[in-house]
């Protein structure tokens, strides 16, 4: 049960840091490619 619990405490860390990192991210690219025409998704 324990090995369960700690599986999702995991998960839900490494989603954090990964929501963090790419909001991190596109925040970042949009500020240093704000002209740029191509559909990169970062509008």
């Known amino acids: 049960m324990w090995?369960?619990?700690?599986?999702?405490?995991?998960l839900?860390?490494?989603a954090a840091l990964a929501?963090?990192?790419k909001k991190f991210f596109l925040k970042k690219k949009r500020n240093s490619h704000s002209g740029c025409d191509t559909n990169c998704g970062c509008h």
């Open 19 to 21: 929501y963090l990192v």
């Open 3 to 10: 090995e369960l619990q700690n599986i999702l405490v995991y």
């Open 12 to 14: 839900i860390v490494l």
